[in-house]
Every structure is written in structure tokens, then in C-alpha cells.
């Protein structure tokens, strides 16, 4: 879901970076100074996995492949704030480093993907007082967010300038409708690993433990 | 002895985590390198091509097994390192 250079209006991705400067600004804020010295290397550890997770595209069937967000792990692990830290910290790597998603649209993908997919998965499992059904539901939610707003992001571009971006007509059903199904992967990859992470080292929560799911 | 400790089971979880890559690197060559992602594959639909990039990046994901899995060696250690000192940034004072 990284958007390339070029493919979006100039404005949606100036106003994208603006919001998304905002957001990691107040995750910046929130979480500065609150952060205990033993947890840094988990964060690290989990930032460095996260970044080899989407590297590893999965099938989904139509000749289309996804990948892990990684956003609702971060968030189930490090909490929402920690979390949008870290989907920056993975997300400027792969740009500046991989190429993975343009510089001029590295704004609208933290937007996308660590500000909106983060917010997202958090009010999923707070909703659901951080059960793993509702670190379920707010994996798959944070997966389909964050494709709709690229969505969006692809019509609004469109409607501006139609040599930029896709028509809504075309982006908005393509990109739910694929990233509905990529996200069943994102909410069974999150909840296999916080089960198992549950099991063998639970203090790697700083966020506090995900409670049992109920029957 | 405490940093020991620490150290041995970061190593023990970058090990772990290092093989699942290697079995899904495996995996995603022999079943998903060949095709797009959601978005890529939207594009398409739309005959939309990806335009030329405003910034040429240093490295690529590799184009063969050992390729990918050295340059997630790398990326996974630029971005935990960046991670570590942001982190630190951040970290409580005393």
C-alpha cells in the first residue's frame, strides 16, 4: 500500500504530510519522557521485525498480494503512541533507504499507515477492552482504514487534477475490496503472534497484557 | 550480568526471527514475488503506471532469495536502530 512518486495531486500530498506531521507531533509529545530504558530494546527488536513482516507478501487471490501493516502489532505491544512511532520509523527506512514508497508521498503513507492504521487499531481493541477479538477487529479495521483513506486520497487527487490519482468510481471499490481480504491476513498474523507472545513472554507487553478472549 | 541476560535473549529473538523470514522469504518467492499488492494491482485496473521517482534510493529488496534476505538484514537493522534512538530520545529521565 506504499504509494509511489507521482501518483497523487501535489496538494493531497502537501495537506497529507501536514496531518501526518500532526500526528506523529502529538504521538511525539504524548509518550516523550514516559518511556522506560528496559522497554527500548523490545521496541527496537519489534520496529526491526516489523520491517521484515512486510517485506513478506502473502496471496490473496486474483493475482494480488498483500502484506502485514504491522500497525495493530505495534499497537497491541507498544500501545498507540510507541506504535505511530515506530510505523514512522519503518516507514522513512523504506523510503529513504528501499525506495519502498515515494519521498513525495511519504506523508500520505505515515498518514495512511502509521497515523490512521494505528488510531484505528487502537480504537478497535479499546472498544473491545483489549480482548484478542478486539485486537481482531481493530487489526482488520486498522488494514481497511488505512486502504480507504488511500482511496480517498486517490479520488480526491483525481478530482483535482484527473492526470493524477483514480477515479472513485474504480480506487474506492478496487482498493476495499482487496485490502478487505488482505486484512483477514493482518487480524490472523496479529493474533497468532500476541497469543503466542502471551504465552512465552508476556512482559513484552509494555502496554499491559491483552486479556483472554471470551467464548 | 543483568545486561548479559538481556543481550543473550535479544539475540535469542533476532535468531527466531530471523528464520521465520527465511521460511517466508522461501514461501514468498515461490508463491507472491511475481505479483503486485493492493495498490499496484489497482493501478493496473485503472491503467495508472507508477511515474518516475522524485528520489533514487540506494538499495532495492533484492531480486533472487539471498538478495532479499541480506537487505532485510540490513533493513531490519537501519530501522531498529533508528528505532533504538528515537526511543532513547524519548526515554524517562531521571
Known amino acids: 500500500m506504499h504509494i509511489p512518486d507521482g501518483l497523487m495531486h501535489p496538494a493531497v500530498a502537501a495537506a497529507g504530510a501536514v496531518i501526518a506531521i500532526g500526528g506523529i507531533a502529538l504521538a511525539l509529545k504524548r509518550i516523550n519522557g514516559k518511556i522506560s530504558e528496559d522497554k527500548i530494546p523490545t521496541m527496537a527488536l519489534l520496529s526491526g521485525g516489523l520491517f521484515i513482516a512486510q517485506m513478506l507478501n502473502f496471496p490473496v487471490g486474483g493475482g494480488t498480494t498483500g502484506h502485514l501493516i504491522g500497525a495493530a502489532l505495534a499497537c497491541a505491544i507498544a500501545g498507540p503512541m510507541a506504535a505511530m512511532i515506530i510505523m514512522t520509523t519503518i516507514l522513512v527506512i523504506q523510503c529513504l533507504l528501499f525506495g519502498d514508497g515515494g519521498i513525495t508521498a511519504l506523508g500520505l503513507n505515515v498518514l495512511n499507515m502509521a497515523v490512521i492504521g494505528t488510531v484505528v487499531a487502537w480504537s478497535g481493541s479499546v472498544f473491545s477492552q483489549k480482548s484478542k477479538i478486539g485486537i481482531l477487529i481493530g487489526a482488520w479495521l486498522s488494514v481497511f482504514a488505512a486502504a480507504g483513506a488511500c482511496a480517498a486520497e486517490l479520488a480526491i487527487s483525481n478530482a483535482i487534477n484527473p492526470s493524477y490519482g483514480i477515479t472513485a468510481k474504480i480506487s474506492v471499490p478496487a482498493m476495499l475490496g482487496y485490502h478487505a481480504i488482505i486484512g483477514i491476513g493482518e487480524a490472523a498474523i496479529t493474533v497468532a503472534v500476541v497469543s503466542y507472545l502471551q504465552k512465552v513472554s508476556p512482559k513484552i507487553f509494555i502496554n499491559g497484557k491483552p486479556k483472554e478472549a471470551k467464548a | ?94
Not at chain 2, 535469542?12 to 530471523?18: N, T
Not at chain 2, 540506494?58 to 538484514?73: D, I, Q
Open chain 2, 1 to 94: 550480568m543483568s545486561a548479559t541476560v538481556e543481550a543473550w535473549k535479544c539475540a535469542k529473538i533476532c535468531a527466531a526471527m530471523f528464520v521465520l523470514f527465511a521460511m517466508g522469504l522461501g514461501l514468498y518467492w515461490t508463491f507472491s514475488a511475481e505479483y503486485g499488492d493492493g495498490l499496484e494491482v489497482t493501478m493496473e485496473h485503472a491503467g495508472v503506471s507508477e511515474g518516475e521517482s522524485a528520489y533514487s534510493a540506494p538499495l532495492g529488496y533484492g531480486e533472487n532469495y539471498l538478495a532479499s534476505f541480506a537487505m532485510g538484514a540490513v533493513g531490519f537493522g537501519a530501522v531498529a536502530a533508528l528505532a533504538f534512538l528515537v526511543m532513547e530520545f524519548l526515554k524517562r529521565r531521571k
